[in-house]
């Protein structure tokens, strides 16, 4: 693996966020890997996580304490080492106790060339990996990476891992192209013209889509322009407006949209506590898809 090069990002509390450039052979499947790590000081029983959908897939390590998953007001626990798939609605977890996570955040795309299976068969799913990988393996993993020390020794372990398991498919050029056209749209794109553009039948393009990425092109377009609002949510708290500058046919459409994606409606967003990838976006302007854009 290459020096990793690393964002850090700090909030209130001792909440320190770690990014790492992955080996260059994998850098076309996968934008990084990532850290999460808290001390006993932030452990509130009462506190719940919330991830939101956010366009790509990821494998999650837990090398500190379990999280467990909310499920009609019930919690269940998660493995400690599980993939999960794309997301279309919020999901609420709470931690058992100290956080420390091991992420592999994959392209759109990326994941599709490592897993045995077509990636649509995770959609807001969390898998353990030994139900997709051999247990044995995965056995292994976890247990090195809860003995390595330093987050680059648990880092080499699952980069090996996901060499082990790269499936050397043919690149769909066309499906990563329309990915970049979408989100270079920041979501404001119709399948129709997608279909034209790329010279496609949109039939095709739908089923070669979903194939790849898990998604239909409409649901990641949808995605892609719900965290391009929360994006300007810190400078333009009018979600009224923003839903009319990204062009949604009416305020119900996009209160109905938001709601799905976010939990909670355009109102009760305003006063609810956000959750970690949600200040990410909104104070640090993430760009969780590291798409270049225009300059």
């Known amino acids: 693996m290459q020096n990793a090069g690393k ?3 700090r909030f209130p509390k001792m909440i320190e966020y770690l990014e790492y450039k992955p080996n ?9 890997y990532w850290t999460l790590e808290t001390t006993a000081e932030d452990i509130n029983p009462e506190y719940e996580e919330r991830v939101i959908p956010l366009g790509f897939p990821e494998i999650i390590i837990h090398f500190g304490d379990l999280y467990t998953l909310k499920k009609n007001s019930k919690y269940y626990p998660l493995p400690r080492t599980l993939f999960t798939g794309q997301l279309t609605s919020s999901k609420s977890f709470k931690p058992l ?20 299976e077509p990636p649509q068969k995770y959609v807001d799913r969390s898998t353990d990996l030994r139900q997709i990988f051999e247990p ?12 390595s020390k330093l987050h680059l020794e648990k880092i080499k372990l699952i980069e090996n891992f996901l060499l082990n398991h790269f499936q050397n498919f043919s690149t769909n050029i066309q499906i990563e192209n329309i990915v970049t056209t979408i989100v270079t ?37 949808q995605i892609i322009r719900f965290n391009e609002i929360l994006k300007e ?36 967003f305003k ?25």
Not at 24 to 32: A, G, M, V
Not at 242 to 267: C, I, M, Q, R, V
């Open 7 to 9: 964002t850090d990002l």
């Open 24 to 32: 260059q052979s994998l850098q076309k499947y996968i934008d990084c």
């Open 97 to 116: 106790g100290i956080t420390g996570i091991l992420g592999v955040k994959f392209k759109p795309f990326g994941a599709y060339y490592f897993l045995p």
């Open 136 to 147: 044995k393996t995965i056995n292994l993993l976890e247990c090195g990476i809860l003995k």
């Open 185 to 221: 749209q920041k979501g404001n794109i119709d399948i129709k013209s997608l279909s034209s553009q790329f010279n496609s039948s949109q039939s095709k393009l739908e089923r070669n889509f979903k194939k790849i990425i898990g998604l239909t092109p409409k649901k990641f377009a």
């Open 233 to 268: 949510y810190k400078s333009n708290k009018d979600l009224q407006s923003l839903a009319h500058k990204y062009e949604y046919y009416d305020y119900s459409h996009f209160t109905k949209e938001f709601s799905s994606f976010s939990g909670f409606s355009p109102n009760q």
């Open 271 to 295: 006063t609810v506590e956000k959750s970690l990838t949600e200040k990410l976006t909104i104070e640090e302007n993430a760009d969780f898809l590291h798409v270049k854009k225009d300059k």
